[in-house]
């Protein structure tokens, strides 16, 4: 066994994930997993830099993982930075600040190699079994970004795009720095015209058009918060529980239903589901629209939910 960290830093949250894992059973033991929204990429899409509030917030989350970092006793830490300290013009005071903080630099990787990570973390324990048998279309929709990946035993096609709950929000639905609640028909469009722009990009790569029929044999696996939150509100469940979320099958009437109240409803009345994360209040509406999105587009009549994503996949990766 190695005891290994692995932080994922988002545009929304950032997540820890401390666990003994295995290489020669692919077994990987969950010791400690946490997530904190800090909404790093707040303004990033606007002003193509990192907010103070937001590199403070950030970095008050790393000071308490660095704790638990050492309590737990890691051997091997990997903090990986995704889709808005790519894009910020500011990202050496990112950098330097979680060095000081946690002792390693944080690993601004590219869209495909987040794919990768997100691919290996859903699907390592889907393998082989027949309930969910493979090939796989990953999709991880994050705050900046959705990550696509095709494959079976391995990456066959993958493709970042610009797209996700906090972008297409303060793009959209941001008006004098307040969101519109509930948004309005043209805000809507304009989101999903974004959506299908995006589509038509990642498609370039990966195939994604009726991809998921079930005479094609893909099964559509989705990650992240935005995902997790939709399985949750379907499985009408009193408060958030990981281990009812995952692996949960949801089907497409059902985001289709669901996607259609957020979008109709106030900030207080997504503020009461039980299921909502304070901290995605305000941008699951977007998020949820995309998944709606890539369900039509890809021809899934359900989406197989993963809490095992890229913080999984980051942790093989030093294993």
Request: proline fraction near 3%; charge should be negative.
């Amino acid at each position: 066994m190695t005891r290994v960290a692995a932080v994922d830093c988002g545009t929304n949250s950032i997540r820890l994930l401390v666990a003994d894992a295995d290489p020669a059973t692919g077994e990987l033991i969950e010791l400690d997993r946490r997530m904190k929204i800090v909404r790093l990429g707040q303004g990033v899409d606007r002003t193509g830099r990192l907010a103070p509030e937001a590199l403070e917030r950030t970095f008050a989350a790393c000071r308490e993982y660095a704790e638990v970092i050492r309590e737990v006793g890691a051997e091997r830490v990997r903090f990986v930075a995704t889709s808005a300290s790519r894009d910020a013009e500011n990202r050496e005071e990112f950098v330097h600040g979680v060095m000081e903080i946690l002792g390693v630099e944080p690993e601004v990787i590219t869209g495909d190699q987040e794919a990768e990570f997100s691919f290996t973390g859903a699907t390592k324990e889907l393998m082989g079994r027949s309930h969910v048998p493979g090939p796989y279309l990953v999709v991880d929709i994050g705050g900046g970004s959705t990550e696509f990946v095709e494959g079976g035993e391995g990456v066959r096609a993958a493709r970042s795009v610009d797209i996700g709950c906090v972008r297409l929000t303060e793009r959209h639905l941001a008006v004098d720095g307040r969101i519109t609640d509930p948004p309005t028909e043209d805000q809507i469009a304009a989101i999903k015209r974004d959506v299908d722009t995006a589509l038509d990009l990642a498609e370039r790569t990966v195939p994604l058009t009726r991809a998921c029929r079930p005479a094609d044999g893909h099964a559509l696996v989705g990650l992240a918060g935005s995902v997790t939150t939709v399985a949750g509100i379907a499985l009408g469940l009193a408060e958030y529980e990981s281990s009812a979320i995952h692996h949960s099958r949801i089907a497409l009437d059902q985001v289709r239903e669901i996607t259609g109240k957020l979008l109709g409803s106030t900030h207080d009345e997504r503020a009461r589901i039980p299921v909502m994360h304070p901290g995605r209040v305000d941008v699951i509406g977007a998020g949820a629209l995309i998944l709606l999105s890539i369900m039509e587009r890809t021809g899934a009549e359900e989406v197989v939910v993963s809490e095992h994503d890229i913080l999984d996949g980051i942790a093989w990766s030093i294993a």
